[in-house]
């Protein structure tokens, strides 16, 4: 006979048990008889999770007056052990195991052999099945197998008897967690964990035709080959900085026919095509959690996002969290994200974002800053500690996560949550205080704003303006190239909004993290380095009826009152020049049609590229302001990619590397007439913005959370003291010019955090 007839004839015998009427007690008492019989095992147990503990639910050759009364906890003895590291234990001799536990009621003593599987139910061990033979051998590899098909039926089972209290397993068995990851956005949220890719759950394991179940993941393998093949188009792919590496991967187990031949075995077996997938999967994850090696788990994660990918195509659940609408208080869970998905969510619901990846200078995550959502990445495993639905505390203040928490967890939490609320009410009692320095310096503190929403941080936080409006945001929102008439009716709106206070509209910067497949997709599909390609103004000025269209959108926005607009990515003047021509002629055609034009115009750039420090001057008389973007200038500068997670840390903004450069770059525009700021991520965190005033920076613009703190900051420097000791230290730089900071503000009794 073979393995999957074997398992078949099981599955059919489990199925007419599943589908009688009989009460869910009897139908385990004769599971348990028909896998004893089948594996020719003496004994075969069901343990499950009841009250924190996991009690002999039936048993076939221990003793029955055992049963309802043993119990053992997660993590004690063999059965124990199988569910607290949901892992699978094949032993001839069970009492040379270190975890044995002997328990006399049982009278367990005669059987040497064990093997236990843990059931999972809804991603969670809630007990194990086990078998025992009093002769001393190991079960065969089919034996498991089918030991494991069975614990599968038995999540069904559970499912649908109630047998597990469906609440007390999620807490009971994952218990409250803890895990670290970086602060991408500060903040703290509480919320119900959702997956960006939700999982499925599977209702039905055992077949009814098994051909077509075989066609289902014939088709279903089919469909995710094409959409592999075509992923490098895809926002997913490009947006989470996620490159070849991964999608290479992603083709090796597409491809890889050990994984369709294990999918269809089990398909043999009796397994529905869900629960087939499902059932190899979870046999991987056993298998790999007994290998410890760093290089197999990552890979690991790309089979577990191929196999949730091929359960979503197989069972017709296809679409990402955002489109089937967030129901309540979430904190979305990723490997990663693009821009353009993270702003798909409805706002109001999104509370907090945890990334498995992410970088800090990503553009998700300047959005998820624009849209005050707190972000914690690198989250190290957590997209295999959390189920959905689960409870989660994000303290991006602190970052870190706590999963499930218990109730002492939760209020210290509120405690935390009540203080920050404080310290930001007190933050908003600067609103209207100017920052002027201790030595009586205006500095100008304005905002990085991407949407019409963001403008009102403007009156609450009492800025000085929107020093960088990024306007490729509607660009990436929108399916299709946003038409002109929408692009003036935005910008209309935002400086309705601000006032009279300035903003500064940055033209289109699409490319690099910023796919936008209706623009971006012949060129970028191909590029190597997105982030150094066809981005930004090179892109805008080859498509000059990009260009052109938003040149009138903003000078027609604009009527009447004053026009701030800044090129991004500028290499050498010439892009410069080019940028303001076709401003230029636009303005001359309003002129004829006698439109009204905007009172003034004001051209700037950014210094996004290293090569363009070098030619500042000859730009001297054509430039009004200067924008130092600090995310792209530092990328450049280390040669290290923002979107990068394993870089994210590697280099920091307070290296002598950096501040020189930008300390030569103010110094070269002292007495110029070109007016000098910085929008990068840096001027927002304390001691970065505190580094900036010290050479020379008089104008940051910065997330609106970070108005407050920084304002906070501003009135407490004395100017002459820190650029003094700025230049010693750029000078002869110190082991740590951040140590050496921090240390100089707590001498002043300045904060760093
Ligand atoms: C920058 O590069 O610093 C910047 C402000 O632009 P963006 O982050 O949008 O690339
Ligand atoms: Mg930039």
Redesign the pocket.
């Known amino acids: 006979m073979t393995a999957a007839s074997s398992a078949r004839q099981i599955l059919t015998r489990l199925h007419e048990v599943m589908a009688s009427r009989s009460q869910p007690q009897r139908k385990l008492d004769q599971v348990v008889e028909i896998i004893g019989d089948s594996l020719d095992s003496e004994v075969c147990s069901i343990y499950l999770l009841r009250d924190g503990a996991l009690e002999l639910f039936a048993t076939r050759g221990l003793n029955p007056d055992a049963v309802h009364v043993t119990r053992l906890g997660v993590g004690e003895g063999l059965v124990g052990t199988i569910v607290a590291n949901v892992e699978t234990l094949n032993l001839a001799e069970a009492a040379a195991h270190p975890d044995f536990a002997y328990r006399p009621e049982t009278g367990e003593d005669r059987f040497h052999s064990f093997a236990g599987v843990p059931i999972i139910y809804r991603e969670r061990a809630v007990g194990a099945l086990v078998v025992q033979h009093a002769d001393p051998r190991r079960y065969e590899a089919v034996e498991i197998e089918a030991l494991q098909t069975t614990a599968m039926v038995m999540s069904e089972l559970i499912a649908h008897a109630g047998l597990v209290d469906e609440e007390q397993a999620l807490v009971e068995d994952g218990g409250p967690r803890i895990l670290p990851g970086l602060t991408l956005v500060k903040g703290l949220a509480s919320g119900y964990a959702v997956f960006h890719q939700p999982r499925i759950t599977i209702d039905q394991v055992v077949a009814e035709d098994i051909e077509a179940e075989r066609q289902r993941v014939y088709r279903a393998f089919d469909k995710m080959r094409e959409q592999i093949d075509t992923l490098g188009a895809q926002a997913e792919f490009r947006d989470g900085g996620e490159h070849e590496e991964v999608l290479e991967t992603y083709k090796m187990f597409a491809y890889d026919e050990g994984w369709g031949r294990r999918i269809n075995e089990a398909i043999d077996s009796g397994l529905t095509a869900e629960a087939a997938i499902e059932r190899v999967q979870q046999h991987t994850r056993m298998r790999m959690r007994q290998i410890d090696d760093p290089l197999l788990a990552d890979r690991m994660h790309d089979l577990e996002d191929l196999s949730n990918r091929l359960l979503r195509i197989v069972s017709g659940q296809l679409g990402t969290a955002a489109t089937q609408g967030l129901r309540r208080d979430t904190i979305l869970i990723a490997r990663n994200l693009g821009p353009a998905e993270l702003l798909e969510y409805d706002r109001r619901r999104l509370k907090g974002v945890v990334l498995q990846e992410g970088s800090l200078?990503a553009?998700v995550v300047?959005v998820a800053r624009a849209m005050g959502v707190p972000v914690l990445g690198r989250c190290e495993g957590i997209l295999r500690q959390v189920a959905e639905g689960d409870e989660i505390l994000l303290d991006a203040d602190k970052g870190a996560v706590t999963l499930r928490p218990s109730q002492a967890m939760g209020e210290v939490f509120d405690a935390r949550f009540a203080k920050s609320r404080e310290r930001q009410a007190q933050y908003a009692t600067l609103r209207d205080v100017e920052p002027f320095t201790r030595c009586g310096t205006r500095i100008h503190v304005m905002i990085?704003a991407?949407l019409r929403d963001d403008i009102s941080t403007l009156a609450m936080t009492g800025a000085d303006g929107v020093g960088?409006f990024?306007t490729?945001f509607q660009f990436l929102v929108s399916a299709t190239l946003p038409a002109r008439e929408r692009q003036t009716r935005l910008y209309r709106d935002v400086l309705d909004a601000a006032g009279d206070k300035p903003v500064v509209f940055?033209t289109v910067?699409i490319g690099?993290d910023?796919a936008v497949p209706y623009l971006t997709s012949e060129a970028l599909e191909r590029e190597e380095n997105p982030a150094m390609g066809w981005r930004?103004l090179r892109l805008a000025l080859d498509r000059e009826g990009l260009l052109k269209a938003q040149a009138r959108a903003l000078l027609e926005a604009s009527a009447g009152r004053q026009l701030n607009v800044m090129f991004?990515?500028v290499s050498e003047p010439w892009e410069f020049d080019a940028a303001k021509q076709v401003f230029d002629e636009q303005l001359a055609f309003m002129k004829v049609r006698r439109k009204q034009l905007p009172e003034t115009i004001r051209y700037g750039a950014?210094l996004?590229v290293p090569a363009l420090a070098e030619v500042l001057e000859q730009l001297v008389g054509r430039l009004s302001f200067l924008?130092?973007?600090?995310?792209?200038?530092?990328?450049f500068l280390f040669a290290a990619d923002?979107a990068n997670p394993k870089l994210a840390e590697r280099y920091d903004w307070l290296s002598p590397a950096i501040l020189r450069f930008l300390d030569r770059v103010a110094k070269g525009l002292v007495g110029s007439e070109i007016d000098l700021g910085i929008?990068?991520?840096?001027g927002g965190r304390r001691l970065e913005a505190l580094a900036l005033l010290g050479i020379g920076y008089r104008r940051l613009?910065i997330t609106p959370a970070a108005v407050g703190p920084i304002k906070e900051l501003i009135r407490k420097v004395d100017l002459k003291e820190l650029s003094t000791v700025m230049s010693e230290w750029l000078l002869r730089p110190p082991p740590s010019l951040r140590a050496a900071l921090t240390e100089w503000c707590e001498a002043r009794g300045i904060d760093t955090e």
């Open positions: 200078t553009h300047i990085n991407g960088l990024r490729e940055r910067d690099g910023k930004a991004p990515m950014m996004e924008s130092v973007g600090t995310n792209d200038l530092t990328q923002r929008c990068g991520e840096m613009s």
